[in-house]
């Protein structure tokens, strides 16, 4: 059977970025990537995924997804990344520019049931991550819902210190145990949460990548005076010792009747 041209991407089976983020941030992933391999690798994530992730994973998405066509650069393919790593990398840029969202991680604050008598537990952090162009029915919990989206959700793991991903959905899940900081970056047009319910120091909009600022508004730095412009105090050794106040005195008063001269 010849399928048409039109409707061939419906066979396709990839995932792509969600597009809330810059084009550029996702061209430079992959290097990025790259120097942080060669440096010993991310500082605030865990690339080691949980077990209960992979179990959503499964249940939620096709397997055997190639990568984003920005990981399809020849030369790739021997870093063996994977959709995990990516997503990694995505929230360790996250915590590179919010340390205040790490230190919020590592808090036990209520539940997501606060009606609940529930413990007090380390909040999740979920953003909106990459798409899928081959939904599957999901088998999981009972949502039966197709789903596009893939929204990893990362937790403080204390044994490392690092952020691990925890598990994924269709946008961000509710979970009665735990309360979730849903992230939405400064560049994106949708609407975003209010976390200062769960703390009040998290945004509601965040940064993946440091902000640049535009050259027309980027502060020139200030140059030194030349000395020849700053006023001198005048030098009065020449004079002999008696008549040097006097000399001084002459003066201040010479300079207030310039000024009354010019106020009047």
Same mark, same amino acid.
């Given at each position: 059977?010849?399928?048409?041209?039109?409707?061939?991407?419906?066979?396709?089976?990839?995932?792509?970025?969600?597009?809330?983020?810059?084009?550029?941030?996702?061209?430079?992933?992959?290097?990025?990537?790259?120097?942080?391999?060669?440096?010993?690798?991310?500082?605030?994530?865990?690339?080691?995924?949980?077990?209960?992730?992979?179990?959503?994973?499964?249940?939620?998405?096709?397997?055997? &997804?190639?990568?984003?066509?920005q990981f399809q650069r020849r030369g790739l393919g021997q870093y063996g990344f994977t959709i995990e790593a990516i997503m990694a990398m995505m929230a360790n840029d996250l915590i590179e520019? @919010?340390?205040?969202?790490?230190?919020?991680?590592?808090?036990?604050?209520?539940?997501?049931?606060?009606?609940?008598?529930?413990?007090?537990? &380390?909040?999740?952090?979920?953003?909106?991550?990459? !798409?899928?162009?081959?939904?599957?029915?999901?088998?999981?919990?009972?949502?039966?819902?197709?789903? !596009?989206?893939?929204?990893?959700?990362?937790?403080?793991?204390?044994?490392?210190?690092?952020?691990?991903?925890?598990?994924?959905?269709?946008?961000?899940?509710?979970?009665?145990?735990?309360?979730?900081?849903?992230?939405?970056?400064?560049?994106?047009?949708?609407?975003?949460?209010?976390? !200062?319910?769960?703390?009040?120091?998290?945004?509601?909009?965040?940064?993946?990548?440091?902000?640049?600022?535009?050259?027309?508004?980027?502060?020139?730095?200030?140059?030194?005076?030349?000395?020849?412009?700053?006023?001198?105090?005048?030098?009065?050794? @020449?004079?002999?010792?008696?008549?040097?106040?006097?000399?001084?005195?002459?003066?201040?008063?010479?300079?207030?009747?310039?000024?009354?001269?010019?106020?009047?």
């Open positions: 059977m010849v399928v048409p041209f039109e409707q061939a991407w419906l066979l396709l089976k990839a995932y792509d970025f969600y597009g809330d983020l810059t084009p550029d941030y996702y061209k430079t992933l992959p290097d990025r990537m790259i120097r942080l391999i060669e440096e010993g690798g991310m500082e605030h994530v865990s690339v080691r995924p949980t077990q209960h992730y992979l179990d959503r994973k499964r249940h939620r998405y096709h397997p055997d &997804q190639d990568l984003p066509h520019n @919010h340390p205040e969202l790490k230190e919020v991680l590592s808090q036990k604050l209520p539940p997501g049931d606060q009606n609940s008598d529930l413990p007090h537990s &380390q909040p999740s952090v979920a953003f909106n991550a990459l !798409t899928t162009d081959m939904p599957k029915v999901d088998s999981s919990e009972k949502q039966m819902g197709l789903g !596009t989206v893939m929204t990893p959700h990362f937790i403080m793991d204390k044994k490392t210190g690092k952020l691990a991903l925890a598990t994924v959905g269709h946008r961000p899940l509710t979970d009665r145990r735990r309360q979730t900081i849903k992230v939405t970056p400064t560049t994106s047009l949708e609407s975003a949460y209010d976390n !200062t319910d769960i703390h009040e120091s998290l945004p509601e909009r965040f940064d993946f990548l440091e902000r640049q600022v535009p050259a027309e508004m980027q502060q020139e730095p200030e140059q030194a005076v030349p000395q020849s412009l700053i006023p001198q105090e005048k030098d009065y050794s @020449h004079l002999p010792e008696a008549f040097r106040e006097m000399a001084r005195a002459r003066d201040e008063a010479n300079k207030m009747l310039k000024a009354l001269e010019t106020l009047m």
